[in-house]
């Protein structure tokens, strides 16, 4: 089927999303130098600075999260493909203080290594940089290998306690320490039961059997296993609920935040009844849903179907993620 | 010799082989990628020569490292920083005024040593690695006996097009195409493809340089 997308031509793709959603964020986002997204108004140099990197295509994501409380600056690459090393080394000369920088990396191979080869130059200018991976996808098994484990949604709670932390005016080390913990505490799985086109090339990335799902899809839609009858929205809350608890060791009265991210087509509605049944899933291992959020914060183009991510939460992360922002994707009063 | 203007001519001949192969490297990719891999090649070598055409470069180290961060600064996932780490570490052991036969597969080994020093994916893998390993040791090979840089240049080529021909056999076991797994059997890598049209153009800009 030809793809059905309003676009113009494909060469201009990200220029021209970029253009609109800093139209539609006025007063939150700016866009400097070679297409970095910044805030409208610039943190205090005191602070420590959070920046990230990614693809477009995910719309809001990343530079959705750019704003008071979250971010200081995204990198936004081609789209599904990372931005290359000189501009993520602009963005980090950029934010550079004495304050130090924390560079938040989802782990996929162009992100990985822009993020790298960025950071080398970063240290030999002297620059104070810190890094973190994000690698949560839990439809590859192994913790003890992570190497593996994408990036998923998960991203965004780091952000938001990394990024509150940074704007409390904790130091470097203490909102890498977050961050990390965050991290460590967090785990991801996506399902889905329709497909996505790359806007640019047409091409199809991801294809979902009519009467099936795909659970431990990944965030283009890489098959990833998991194939099987779709089920209900309970059903499928209850068995996605039930791997990322025992991934996470979760154990009754346990404190635990979850997150319906819809990646494209499933609706709101869908995804509120996903998340009622996370929680009757829950009640019966008797863990606490402490905190839920449901919405797109980042897609993958018309693809049907969700990342649910869920972390284990402690006082300090709770009182982090409830900490005001004011961005594009999230805000918090 | 390699000198900066020879240097150059190879560049626009690997550029203008990329080009011309734009489609069928996206069809290559199209197999478990996002089939975006011709159009991010294009790019990278539409910045390649406007790294040349600057002539800001007076030296070769100087081009190739200008060459490296111009192809970094294609926003296209892996191919840039890897592309461009392969010239990028290339100016680190390339010094002289020109390269001979001897100090091209130098440059040619320290790129791949920088390409391998990003990437876990290993030879069989089905990644650009498969050829350009292969073609890197056909140029030391050839170097170490005796060749002058044309015939260097001829070997990498051949067991870089060989190497890319021989990915069609392999299971994906690296990037985003491992995830079709058999699936990925049956058509060359997008990469290796690109690895082995750049060292055609390096051949020719050679050779049609004189």
């Known amino acids: ?37 910044v805030r409208a108004q610039a943190k205090p140099t005191d602070k420590v600075a959070v920046v990230t990197l990614g693809g477009s295509g995910h719309e809001p994501a990343l530079s959705g ?16 493909a990372a931005p290359g090393p000189p501009r993520v080394f602009e963005a980090l000369k950029l934010a550079h203080r004495d304050a130090g920088v924390l560079l938040i990396v989802l782990n996929h191979e ?58 409390q005016g904790l130091p470097l ?45 990944g965030q283009h839609g890489e098959a990833g296993g998991g194939q099987q009858p779709l089920k209900s929205a309970d059903e499928t809350a209850a068995l996605m609920i039930d791997a990322l608890c025992a991934d996470l060791g979760a154990k009754a009265g346990d404190q635990l935040l979850v997150l319906i991210n819809g990646v494209g087509s499933t609706t709101l509605m869908e995804q509120y009844l996903v998340l009622n049944g996370v929680k009757k899933a829950l009640d019966a291992k008797n863990m606490v849903l402490a905190r839920a959020l449901v919405g797109e914060f980042l897609t993958v183009q018309e693809m049907g179907g969700f990342q649910m991510c869920a972390a284990k939460m402690d006082e300090q992360l709770l009182a982090l993620w409830d900490a005001p922002c004011n961005t594009p994707a999230l805000v918090v009063k | 010799m390699v000198t900066l203007e020879r240097l150059a001519s190879m560049v626009h001949a690997a550029a203008a082989q990329i080009r011309a192969s734009q489609e069928l490297l996206s069809q290559l990719d199209s197999h478990g990628g996002d089939g975006d891999h011709g159009t991010t090649m294009v790019r990278a ?32 996932g892996a191919t840039g920083p ?120 390096f051949l020719e800009g050679v050779t049609s340089h004189g």
Request: with cysteine; net charge negative.
């Open chain 1, 65 to 80: 999260f750019v704003g008071e409380g979250m971010l200081d600056i995204s990198v936004p690459g081609e789209i599904f």
């Open chain 1, 173 to 217: 080390d203490e909102c890498l320490a977050i961050a990390e913990r965050m991290e460590r505490n967090m785990a991801t799985l996506a399902v889905a039961v329709t497909g996505a086109t790359h806007p640019s090339t047409g091409q199809v990335i991801a294809e979902v059997p009519e009467a099936d799902m795909i659970v431990g899809m």
């Open chain 2, 45 to 76: 070598m539409n910045c390649m020569e406007q790294a040349v055409e600057a002539k800001q470069a007076g030296s070769i180290p100087e081009l190739l490292k200008a060459i490296g961060w111009a192809v970094m600064g294609v926003d296209g």
């Open chain 2, 82 to 201: 890897l592309f461009g780490t392969f010239f990028m570490s290339m100016s680190d052991a390339a010094g002289g005024a020109a390269l001979d036969a001897r100090g091209l597969a130098g440059a040619f080994a320290a790129g791949l040593a920088g390409v391998q020093k990003r990437t876990r994916a290993q030879v069989g893998d089905k990644t650009m690695l498969d050829a350009l390993v292969p073609a890197v040791q056909a140029a030391q090979e050839a170097a170490d006996g005796g060749a002058p840089v044309e015939d260097v240049l001829r070997s990498a080529f051949e067991a870089a097009r060989a190497g890319a021909e021989g990915t069609a056999a392999m299971q994906a076991r690296f990037g985003r195409a491992k995830n079709i797994g058999e699936k990925s059997i049956g058509q060359p890598d997008a990469g290796a493809t690109s690895v082995s049209l750049l060292f055609k153009g």
């Open chain 1, 1 to 37: 089927m030809a793809m059905k997308k309003f676009i113009n031509n494909p060469d201009d793709l990200v220029n021209e999303l970029l253009a609109g959603f800093v139209l539609a964020n006025a007063g939150k986002v700016a866009l400097t130098g070679n297409n970095l997204v």
């Open chain 1, 110 to 167: 162009g992100d990985v290594m822009s993020a790298g080869i960025a950071m080398e130059m970063a240290e030999k200018e002297g620059l104070n940089v810190k890094q973190i991976l994000t690698h949560e996808d839990i439809s590859v098994p192994s913790r003890q290998d992570p190497k593996d484990r994408r990036g998923l949604v998960g991203c965004f709670p780091v952000i938001k306690v990394a990024g509150a932390a940074a704007e």
